[in-house]
């Protein structure tokens, strides 16, 4: 059996990751856009910061950051305080709300995620947790190496072949969620 082309597989590996996170998303409860929550998520795990650089680490223009703190702060989720080091900017921080909020979709998104594994065949999932060090290679800012994800090893495929597969690198923290 041959491999799909890159250009099909990039194309059926791009829809099933949108319709997985699109199915996931629906087991939360929370009441704001996937980018607000996406920020909040990124406020809670790094800390507060300025808007400019929330925007950047979020991929959005300042103006769309701007309203998207702004319906958080109207929520309780996040507030904004005089940065100490420039009186001219502001550092937004998530609120204890907020971090609930971020921890509770969390834990139901991925409490959803693992009873859909459950699910799976023991082939299906050695062959998805075989998946993971390259989806986290994917999903790196970095450019890729060239070299794989990783050093060789053999797993066994969804079908129960062996196979060869990388890993070396090293598993990063899950970033909070494009959820």
Partial sequence: MTSPAPDDLATRLYVVVGRLVRTLRRTG???ISPGALSALASLSRGGSCRLGDLATREGVAAPTMTRIVA???DGGLVRRAPDPDDKRA???DATDAGRELVQ???FARSSALRRRMAALS???RAALEAAVPVLEALARDEPLSGRGAAASRTEVSASGNEVSAS???EPESTPGFAL
Avoid: I, Q, T, Y
């Fill in 167 to 169: 890993r070396n690198a």
């Fill in 29 to 31: 409860s929370a009441d």
């Fill in 71 to 73: 319906v958080l702060e």
């Fill in 90 to 92: 502001v550092l937004v």
């Fill in 122 to 124: 023991a082939g299906d």
């Fill in 104 to 106: 509770g979709e969390s």
